[in-house]
């Protein structure tokens, strides 16, 4: 494990906040940042 929260950051401004899970598992964080195809593995 890499981190305990992550952050997203869009035009200077906290967008999400969280574990890398639920980062990793939000519907608008796939779609805006990660990929529609990104899985946690």
Do not use: M
């Amino acid at each position: 494990q890499v981190t305990d929260r992550a952050y997203i950051i869009n035009n200077g401004s906290i967008f999400r906040s969280g574990t890398p899970r639920e980062l990793g598992n939000d519907i608008e964080v796939k779609r805006v940042y990660l990929g529609e195809h990104f899985s946690l593995n």
